[in-house]
């Protein structure tokens, strides 16, 4: 039978034995079906990522000459779009092409909720 820690120290005061002082807790064990089906929910895995969603569709949004010329790197927790560019000439030109970037990015499923775009030199 199991008893609670407090009765376990009282035995053990009794019996002329340490107390159990540690400050861990005996839980029971996890089943792992559940574990994993958790894991899967909370990290999405198996679904197309954002990044993954927009990497896809790179020629329609940037079209054919600016699409190997720039890439997506990630989107930053203001869920704006980071874009590589390869020279600065190519980046000013498509910050000023950055509303209509931004309209064609909405239209993809999944990407409405990305606010802004930041393109940077690499």
């Known amino acids: 039978m199991k008893f609670s820690r407090y009765v376990e120290n009282l035995i053990a005061n009794l019996r002329s034995l340490p107390e159990n ?30 990044e993954e969603n927009i990497i896809s569709h790179w020629r329609n949004i940037m079209g054919d000459t600016n699409a190997d010329r720039s890439r997506p790197q990630r989107v930053d927790k203001k869920n704006r779009l980071i ?37 940077k030199s690499g």
Request: one cysteine or more; glycine letters at 6%; a positive charge.
């Open 21 to 50: 002082i540690d400050k861990s807790t005996s839980q029971p064990p996890f089943k792992i079906e559940g574990l994993i089906e958790s894991l899967i929910q909370e990290y999405n895995i198996g679904e197309l990522r954002l």
């Open 83 to 119: 874009i590589a560019v390869s020279n600065p000439i190519l980046r000013q030109e498509l910050i000023f092409q950055q509303n209509d970037i931004l309209k064609r990015i909405k239209k993809i499923d999944g990407c409405k909720n990305i606010n802004g775009i930041i393109f």
